[in-house]
């Protein structure tokens, strides 16, 4: 049973850091790639970061580039999502989601929507504010 369990959501000032957790149960991340989405209230999902399996190659959407960072711990069976210098912006429910690899070095740009993902987490909420 494909299980994905999103952690370390919460309440942060502006200018603060969280690091979200996506724990996978029931597969290995061998073979798959994992990408965080979120959505705010009234807006649709969005993709945030997405990592392959394949070839570690990544992808970061343009409004949180070089402020986030996302990791995959095989060991662990885990993605992190590193995010630093939040904004009241980054607002949202945040959900990690599966899907199989891509090919290496396939277009991650194109690959991280939410039509390539088949099991998603319940998602954990991010709020930012002062």
């Known amino acids: 049973q494909v299980q994905l369990v999103e952690s370390g959501g919460g309440l942060v000032q502006p200018g603060g850091s969280l690091r979200l957790s996506c724990a996978a149960s029931g597969f290995t991340l061998d073979y798959y790639a994992i990408g965080w989405f979120r959505q705010a209230p009234g807006k649709e999902r969005e993709g945030v970061s997405c990592i392959s399996s394949s070839d570690d190659s990544t992808y970061y959407a343009d409004s949180v580039t070089g402020r986030f960072i996302i990791s995959m711990d095989n060991a662990k069976n885990t993605v992190y999502l590193q995010m630093n210098s939040l904004k009241p912006e980054d607002t949202a429910v945040y959900y990690c989601?599966?899907?199989?690899?891509?090919?290496?070095?396939?277009?991650?740009?194109?690959?991280?929507?939410?039509?390539?993902?088949?099991?998603w987490g319940q998602g954990t909420q991010v709020t930012v504010s002062s």
């Open positions: 989601a599966a899907g199989l690899a891509p090919p290496p070095l396939y277009n991650m740009a194109k690959y991280c929507t939410t039509n390539e993902f088949d099991d």
